[in-house]
């Protein structure tokens, strides 16, 4: 049975749907949820589902990015997990911590990647007038949102939306498709997901 930590810094709806997941058959079961925030949401949801938590607070640390990443290890040391799933974590990691976790470490980002990394997806999404947008999930490289895609979902882009709209479509699918990777891929499986909100 694979460990996963999930690293959150909101509200965390994909960490409920991730930790709803891994019943069962599933190879894999939730042993930390760790937050930047000690004030996230998804804390007190992981609770609630007596599921460990754990949070450090990145404020204090400022600049020392380093010393924020020592401490979320030690407590990653003491859940010993097996992968890493960020579920809406938004720190950026530095590259030490990411060769730690390599090739172990997930991260859902809200576009279909290679378009737009970063922030603001769905807005720069219907700026750039395109017809669908959609989720990705990927392993986590040095490279921001670079890593190798494990799987999409895809939704249409309708007259009107913004990116309130959009982001809410889009958040269903990564509810879908953050489990169904995280399933293959606690198997060894690395077999692309797709998912297609158009016809599903
Ligand atoms: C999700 O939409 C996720 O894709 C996004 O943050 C949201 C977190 O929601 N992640 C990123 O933008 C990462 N760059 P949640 O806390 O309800 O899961």
Known sequence: ???VAILISGGGSNMVALAESMVGDHPARPVLVLSNDPGAGGLEKARARGIPTAAVDHRPFGKDRAAFEAALQAELAKAA???LCLAGFMRILT???VAHWEGRMLNIHPSLLPKYRGLNTH????????????????????????????????VPILPGDTAE?????????????????LRRYAADDKTP????????
């Open 95 to 97: 590259p030490g911590f």
């Open 193 to 200: 997901v797709v998912l297609d909100g158009a016809n599903s």
């Open 123 to 154: 807005a720069r999404a219907i700026e750039a007038g395109d017809a669908q947008a959609g989720c990705s999930v990927h392993e986590v490289t040095a490279e921001l949102d670079g890593g190798p895609v494990l799987g999409q979902a895809r």
């Open 165 to 181: 709209t959009l982001a809410a479509r889009v958040l269903e699918m990564e509810h879908r498709l953050y489990p169904a990777v």
């Open 81 to 83: 997990p097996d992968i």
């Open 1 to 3: 049975m694979k460990r």
